[in-house]
């Protein structure tokens, strides 16, 4: 059964999409609400457009950053902060069913 992903669009709506264990939020996203300029790179860590911000209360629930991952956030992404991430380096699992994101500016 797919799970839910909750996602507060550029222009502040917000969705609620299905979301398969294992698959990525960026390909999540990219699948159910294809904004402009998301995840341009495919996935592949090298353009920080499937930047994300995590909501506080659901950030904890998320495997820590990878060294590449922090690169590319600090180097590439629009207004990163201490709850950004990017959404192609976040596998989905079972316990961040129901949890929120906001796509960052692009
Ligand atoms: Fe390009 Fe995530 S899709 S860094």
Redesign the pocket.
């Known amino acids: 059964m797919a799970l839910k992903l909750n996602v507060i669009d550029r222009e502040g709506n917000q969705k609620i999409i299905d979301i398969e264990e294992g698959t990525t939020i960026?390909d999540a996203i990219d699948d159910e609400l294809f904004p402009d300029n998301?995840?341009?790179?495919?996935?592949?860590?090298?353009?920080?457009?499937?930047?994300v911000y995590v909501k506080p209360s659901d950030y904890d629930k998320l495997k820590a950053k990878e060294d590449e991952e922090i690169d590319?956030l600090e180097s590439?992404a629009l207004e990163p902060n201490q709850y950004s991430r990017?959404?192609?380096?976040v596998e989905f699992k079972k316990e961040h069913d129901n949890m929120t994101v906001t796509i960052a500016p692009d």
């Open positions: 960026r998301y995840g341009v790179c495919g996935g592949c860590c090298a353009c920080g457009t499937c930047h590319t590439l990017l959404g192609c380096q």
